[in-house]
């Protein structure tokens, strides 16, 4: 079945370093893939998303390419922020169903 | 503010009861998903309505069950309640009920069962 594999947190990192956070799937077809963000106490909210190979998803600064070859989609930001602690979960929908099939979350702190 | 509103915020009950969670989607959307946050099984899909009727169905137990009402706003329904089911849970909703359409989420329910 579906499935989307993250890179095990917390990360801890220093503001203004550079952020990598790993995500592979596997899944059948061609699916869409996400990247949602969740602050303490509070729901997730979608920061990008693809939704087809070589895609590039991008917003406040992070971004995620859409890899068909290595089936990944590895979230970036160049220069992370205290504000930007928060737990991180990649997220895909693919063809054999509707609903968001979701990696474990990757939590991350950055610190001043 | 995604526009998917839940209440209650809190919901404090005991071993076997049963308890109702509501969700409202955002203005226009047909499609609503729930959603089962634990820190063991982690964010696991429940079950997804599309303008009333049930489309898709996930890690849903008997004990739980899940409705769609004309005004679009949904209600998921968790009875003779355990231990286990101590979760947040998210309701979600999208203009579409296909694939690869972002979901918006709620601020979720927290259910603590004592």
């Known amino acids: 079945g579906d499935s989307v594999t993250q890179m095990e947190g917390p990360v801890t990192l220093s503001e203004e370093a550079f952020l990598t956070i790993n995500c592979t799937y596997t899944?059948?077809?061609?699916?869409?893939l996400f990247w949602y963000v969740q602050y303490p106490g509070e729901g997730l909210q979608l920061l990008l998303k693809?939704?087809?190979?070589?895609d590039k998803g991008s917003n406040k600064g992070f971004e995620a390419t859409y890899r068909k070859e290595t089936t990944s989609f590895h979230l970036e930001k160049g220069s992370v922020q205290v504000s930007d602690s928060a737990v991180y979960f990649c997220?895909?929908?693919?063809?054999?169903?509707?609903?968001?099939?979701f990696g474990k979350g990757t939590s991350l702190l950055v610190t001043p | 503010d995604s526009g998917v509103t839940q209440t209650p915020k809190h919901l404090i009950t005991a071993t076997g009861q049963r308890v109702t969670l509501r969700c409202s989607p955002r203005s226009g959307d047909l499609s609503v998903y729930w959603y089962q946050q634990s820190l063991d099984q982690g964010l696991q899909f429940l079950i997804q309505y599309y303008n009333g009727e049930e489309r898709a169905k996930g890690n849903i137990l008997e004990r739980f069950s899940a409705q769609q009402f004309p005004d679009l706003h949904s209600e998921l329904n968790l009875s003779s309640l355990e231990l286990g089911d101590s979760a947040l849970y998210f309701c979600?909703?999208?203009?579409?009920?296909?694939?690869?359409?972002?979901?918006?989420f709620g601020p979720g329910t927290r259910l603590t069962v004592l």
């Open positions: 979600a909703s999208s203009g579409s009920g296909g694939i690869g359409y972002e979901q918006f």
């Open positions: 899944a059948t077809g061609y699916p869409s």
């Open positions: 693809a939704t087809k190979a070589d």
């Open positions: 997220a895909l929908s693919s063809n054999s169903g509707y609903a968001l099939n």
